[in-house]
């Protein structure tokens, strides 16, 4: 089993940064990827940036060269530094821990609210 907590969330204007955090606890050994995903209002999840262990990453069109994706793998602790953040960004931002042993398993955590307003 493998705890998810997300934190950074908040208010900010347009244009502005967030820096989100999604810890992982119990058991992490198994941890092959990370990845953001985000519910826009009314709208479906979608996914905004995954990481793998190594550090290899990928990004929503949406946001690349905006959002920058990381992880310390030694705190089992993935990041999602947002800059030039836009209205459209507002959503629940959920953090997907995935692991392998026999089969693959997504643990999700509570979700974060970004709102981008002026």
């Known amino acids: 089993q493998v705890q998810v907590v997300e934190s950074g969330g908040g208010l900010v204007q347009p244009g502005g940064s967030l820096r989100l955090s999604c810890a992982a606890s119990g058991t992490t050994v198994n941890i092959v990827h990370m990845a953001w995903y985000r519910q826009p209002p009314g709208k479906q999840r979608e996914m905004v940036a995954v990481i793998s262990r190594g550090g290899s990453s990928d990004y929503n069109t949406s946001v690349k060269g905006r959002f920058t994706i990381s992880i310390d793998n030694s705190k089992n602790t993935m990041y999602l530094q947002m800059n030039s953040l836009k209205i459209e960004d507002t959503a629940v931002y959920y953090c997907?821990?995935?692991?392998?042993?026999?089969?693959?398993?997504?643990?999700w955590g509570q979700g974060t609210q970004v709102t981008v307003s002026s």
């Open positions: 997907d821990v995935v692991t392998f042993t026999e089969a693959t398993y997504d643990y």
